[in-house]
């Protein structure tokens, strides 16, 4: 299996980046997806999540501003980042997992630093200047 991510790039304050995630090698439309980051010095943390039903969950720091979306025809997905700060700052992986209790779930930020569960990328940088 695998994943990749594109999209990165440097912006200024209150520009949008769109970052996509190619998968393939696994039965994508049955796997919970998100996008994880971590910032030079921070550990990882969730960004957002979207469920094989497709609902979505966000990290408070991004509601309102950052759109996660799939497409399971082209086996992708996507993270649409409006609005973007300095705050932003950071590598941005995306993570496939399927079949494990609580990863779908209300916890699921809990699983930032497992990239030992599910199929994760090798990251995209995201640079946001002031």
């Known amino acids: 299996a695998l994943q990749l991510e594109s999209g990165g790039g440097s912006v200024q304050t209150g520009g949008s980046l769109r970052l996509s995630c190619a998968a393939s090698g696994f039965t994508y439309s049955m796997y919970c997806m998100a996008w994880f980051r971590q910032a030079p010095g921070k550990e990882r943390e969730g960004v957002a999540r979207i469920d094989d039903d497709g609902s979505t969950a966000y990290a408070d720091s991004v509601k309102g501003r950052f759109t996660i979306s799939r497409d399971n025809g082209k086996n992708t997905l996507y993270l649409q980042m409006n609005s973007l700060t300095p705050e932003n700052t950071a590598m941005y992986y995306c993570?496939?997992?399927?079949?494990?209790?609580?990863?779908?779930?209300?916890?699921?930020?809990?699983?930032?630093?497992?990239?030992?569960?599910?199929?994760w990328g090798e990251g995209t940088q995201v640079t946001v200047s002031s």
């Open positions: 993570a496939a997992v399927h079949g494990v209790r609580g990863w779908c779930s209300a916890s699921w930020t809990r699983w930032a630093n497992r990239p030992d569960v599910g199929y």
